[in-house]
């Protein structure tokens, strides 16, 4: 920790917190690109104190959070979120431009379970599990009837609706300049399925497993409000339904945890709201839609050199989960996948290019992670998913290119190769192609499918959901 940094810590602290006598210690636990977060430890007259620090970047002259509001609205919103008796941390000071580290706040620090694959599989909240979904419901309901031009929070968050979110989301996807006709296909059907005005409320934006702290007793916290927004509410409760945050649960719809009809139960008898099953199943698809937009542009930051990273190349891979989500809301049905048992040694050069990555993601899986802690493990299993990933499109590539090839010459009419096929398609979707059209949804079925079996055969989407 730089003497500097240490040196201004601790004068916040000693004039912020009551009774502080020492600072023990401060490790910083994130360092995006353009937050960090840390976890301090004081001694107060009344003991030991954990608290945490969000702050920008010291390069980072703005002030915006990763979801372009400031860190000054994100504390503010913990503030008010707080006072209307939603989960969360106490603020404890908001960072000012004397105290010198930048753009940022100090909270409580609680402690809880917010990794949602534990959170959907730990024996220790297996009592409580039956029971998040109402909780969510409810707090949800307390979120979206909070007076928000009471509080004041215009003034600090966009105001959005559904039409605007659709077309950003597809716009930031057209600039990418890569075709993925089931991208064009889903932003079809949304600009076609536009929700009925509703009342402006406060939307949390990224209310999902994942973003709640659960302990045996239940939510004790909300976090990450970052994404914040006023528009439709319904737009977090779909969210929270969107397979990608199940974490492999997917028999159960609500983070994988909860039953749909407690989610709703809750939310009504906090809200007051009824919401109908077409209005949810919207926000449902384009958060699935948003995903699989969102993980391209995470890829293609990470090609620029922007933001250079093992794990952004692995989850632009993940686009193709998204995308199955939206065929099965949409477009379910059969499909085709590679025998289970095909041969990775297929062909007569000793070793195959498939077995030679093979023994390098097991290396990497069975030697190299054990040995390893923290982010180093982590990376190393990245590292050894990318190898299978590629394993993967060795083995199958090319059969799956050569199905999708023939489809579109018969769906097109048209004969050239595959980009260029696919970028028909696109256009003709673009265009107006009816989504009706004779062939069109089985092969996007079968084309998406093909793909996931190359990136993630084990996700669930692949079973049908």
């Given at each position: 920790m730089p003497g500097d940094f240490e040196h201004k810590l601790q004068a916040v602290l000693s004039r912020e917190i009551p009774g502080f006598k020492a600072l023990l210690s401060c490790t910083q636990l994130t360092a995006g690109a353009s937050q960090e977060t840390y976890r301090i430890t004081v001694v107060t007259d009344s003991g030991k104190l954990l608290l945490a620090l969000r702050r920008s970047q010291p390069t980072n002259t703005a002030e915006s959070g990763v979801g372009g509001i400031s860190l000054a609205a994100e504390a503010k919103l913990f503030q008010v979120a707080g006072a209307a008796g939603i989960p969360g941390p106490q603020v404890l000071h908001i960072l000012q431009p004397d105290d010198g580290l930048g753009a940022g706040f100090m909270m409580e620090w609680l402690e809880g379970e917010t990794l949602g694959q534990r959170i959907v599989r730990s024996e220790d909240l297996a009592d409580i599990r039956p029971k998040l979904a109402r909780q969510c419901g409810e707090i949800l309901g307390r979120i979206h009837t909070l007076d928000w031009?009471?509080?004041?929070?215009?003034?600090?968050?966009?105001?959005?609706?559904?039409?605007?979110?659709?077309?950003?989301?597809?716009?930031?996807?057209?600039?990418?300049?890569?075709?993925?006709?089931?991208?064009?296909?889903?932003?079809?059907?949304?600009?076609?399925?536009?929700?009925?005005?509703?009342?402006?409320?406060?939307?949390?934006?990224?209310?999902?497993?994942?973003?709640?702290?659960?302990?045996?007793?239940?939510?004790?916290?909300v976090l990450d409000w970052e994404l914040a927004q006023l528009g439709d509410p319904v737009r977090d409760l779909g969210w929270l339904c969107v397979n990608s945050w199940r974490f492999g649960n997917s028999a159960l719809p609500v983070g994988g945890f909860g039953e749909l009809d407690d989610l709703l139960a809750g939310?009504?008898?906090?809200?007051?709201?009824?919401?109908?099953?077409?209005?949810?199943?919207?926000?449902?698809?384009?958060?699935?839609?948003?995903?699989?937009?969102?993980?391209?542009?995470?890829?293609?930051?990470?090609?620029?050199?922007?933001?250079?990273?093992?794990?952004?190349?692995?989850?632009?891979?993940?686009?193709?989960?998204?995308?199955?989500?939206?065929?099965?809301?949409?477009?379910?049905?059969?499909?085709?996948?590679?025998?289970a048992d095909q041969a990775i040694s297929a062909g007569t050069q000793l070793p195959m290019p498939a077995e030679l990555l093979q023994g390098a993601a097991q290396f990497l899986k069975q030697d190299v992670a054990d040995k390893l802690e923290g982010s180093d493990r982590f990376l190393a299993r990245v590292a050894a998913n990318s190898l299978e990933i590629a394993q993967r499109e060795f083995l199958y590539g090319a059969e799956f290119a050569g199905r999708e090839r023939q489809r579109l010459e018969i769906l097109l009419a048209e004969q050239a190769d595959l980009d260029a096929l696919r970028w028909r398609l696109v256009n003709r979707l673009r265009d107006g192609l009816p989504p009706d059209t004779p062939g069109l949804a089985e092969h996007l079925r079968q084309t998406v499918a093909g793909q996931l079996a190359i990136d993630q055969p084990k996700y669930s989407a692949l079973k049908g959901g």
């Open positions: 031009q009471r509080a004041g929070l215009q003034e600090h968050l966009p105001t959005i609706d559904p039409a605007t979110l659709v077309d950003e989301t597809w716009a930031g996807y057209r600039d990418l300049n890569v075709p993925v006709p089931m991208i064009d296909y889903t932003w079809r059907w949304l600009k076609d399925n536009l929700p009925e005005a509703s009342p402006v409320r406060l939307v949390h934006g990224d209310f999902r497993n994942g973003n709640l702290m659960v302990t045996p007793e239940g939510i004790n916290a939310y009504r008898e906090s809200s007051g709201d009824d919401v109908s099953q077409e209005h949810l199943e919207f926000w449902q698809v384009f958060g699935s839609f948003w995903w699989s937009v969102t993980t391209l542009q995470m890829a293609d930051a990470w090609r620029s050199g922007e933001t250079p990273s093992l794990e952004r190349p692995v989850i632009g891979r993940r686009s193709s989960e998204a995308q199955m989500d939206c065929v099965n809301l949409l477009i379910p049905g059969d499909v085709e996948l590679p025998e």
